[in-house]
């Protein structure tokens, strides 16, 4: 994998380039929009783009790249506010992530737009229970169930990850990004108890993970 890091911060760009080579992952560093004007976006994977730039705004840029790519995109900015995180997802951002920032969330994220554009347009399934990733429904043995946006992501979450336990701070960051005024300390634990009370039977896959998380039992019960 190959990834393009448009920052101007050489400290910021250092750390996410030697972070990223413990997963072998290849980066190309620019700081400013006329360092990157001859640049194929095609070359890449993945771009990480600052807003805040010398000669320019990383929001124009991003505009730029879908007009002419397909490219998955994330914003990496200190502009914090609704009006900014809302204009990178209008112009096309995957992720909008503000700085000061965790590289290990960035991975995350990173990780979740290859997951989310892997399974587009594709049903996830687990025996009779089956989610349509792109019109955010599910139903098992046919019949709808109703699951509010947070159930839904969380549960997608669990059906991508079998087996796999799953930290909370992991599923909250991946569910609420940045809507965080949504959360206190009980917010998970009662999506989860909804979620399980609405799957019926298949509620029973989704384990406590004491002192880390949860994991959905990959195993028929």
Known sequence: MKILILEDDSTIAFAIQSYMKRFEIKTDIFDSLEAISDIDMNDYDLAILDVNLPDGSGFEYLKYIREYYDIPVVMLTVRDSEENILT??????????????????????????????????????????????????????????????????????????????????????????????????NTLTVTIKRLRNKLGTYGDNIKTVRGIGYRWESEKL
Do not use: C
Request: glycine share 6%; net charge negative.
């Open 88 to 185: 990178g997802f209008d112009y096309g951002a995957d992720e909008y992530i503000t700085k000061p920032f965790s590289l290990p969330i960035l991975k995350a994220r990173m990780d979740n737009i290859f997951k989310r554009r892997s399974q587009d347009g594709e049903d996830l399934t687990f025996q009779e229970l089956v989610l349509d990733s792109a019109f955010k429904t599910a139903r098992i043995n046919n019949k709808n169930i109703e699951l509010n946006r947070q159930e839904f992501d969380v549960l997608e979450i669990f059906l991508l990850n079998k087996g796999l336990n799953i930290t909370r701070e992991h599923l909250i960051d991946s569910v609420w990004g940045y809507n965080l005024y949504e959360i206190n300390d």
